[in-house]
């Protein structure tokens, strides 16, 4: 329910999630309500829905809350690092060396061309982006280390996160082809949605936080 936009109307059989669904044309039981979004809430605060109907029992969805939450506890833990300044640049280095490695992979891709990445996918990367990425990624890594003395080993891992950047990347936009939408959300017109701004950081941020732990 979550993911669905605001305003948008969809169709429920029966209840809600314990038994099977219909929303957008998959197939339900009888008993068919409209319900306009975010308009569950406020039958549930009247009494008109119970909880249990707005629970779903699909354990898979759970992973969700891991795929967004996950990334934000490993951003505390990097900003919480002693002393503050180190945490700042830290936290700073996680979120940069995503946006250095999608600059990088725009103008190499738009530059240069060539050979498509994921065709099936992500129609629009290529393998020069995909370098053009982690060349940038690198070099932002570099600058890190020698104007505000980043750990050297952060500096060589971030061409690896890198590489997760973009497997983030592909992966949000597998999840979009999966569900059958352009674009993951309406937050952010012209953008793919809120979570095209984020899918890199999602895979980046956990690993960063590993790698900060084990070489402390």
């Known amino acids: 329910i979550g993911m669905i936009p605001v305003g948008q109307k969809i ?8 038994r099977e669904k219909k929303i957008q044309g998959c ?10 979004m975010p308009r569950y809430v406020e039958l549930y605060l009247q009494g008109r829905l119970r ?4 629970i779903t029992r699909r354990g898979r969805l759970g992973w969700g809350a891991i795929y967004v939450g996950l990334p934000v506890l490993a951003l505390v833990l990097l900003r919480a690092q002693e002393p503050w300044t180190h945490g700042l640049l830290l936290t700073f280095w996680a979120m940069a060396l ?16 060539g050979a498509k990445l994921a065709p099936a996918i ?10 053009g990425g982690i060349l940038a990624a690198g070099l932002f890594g570099a600058a890190l280390v020698h104007w505000f003395a980043l750990p050297l080993g952060l500096a060589l891992a971030t061409p690896f996160l890198a590489v997760l950047a973009q497997l983030g990347d592909l992966y949000e936009s597998h999840l ?7 674009d993951s959300g309406n937050l952010l017109p012209g953008h793919g949605g809120l979570m095209d701004r984020f899918d890199s950081l999602v ?4 690993a960063a936080a590993v790698l900060v732990v084990l070489l402390a």
């Open 203 to 206: 895979a980046v941020a956990p």
């Open 122 to 131: 992500s129609p629009n990367k290529t393998w020069a982006g995909f370098l």
């Open 176 to 182: 979009k082809r999966c569900a059958g939408v352009k």
């Open 11 to 18: 169709e429920l059989e029966g209840s809600m999630f314990l």
């Open 98 to 113: 995503v946006w250095a490695c999608d600059s990088g992979a725009y103008f190499a891709g738009r530059a240069i061309g």
């Open 27 to 36: 197939s339900m039981g009888s008993n068919r309500f409209k319900v306009d």
């Open 51 to 54: 909880l249990d109907e707005m």
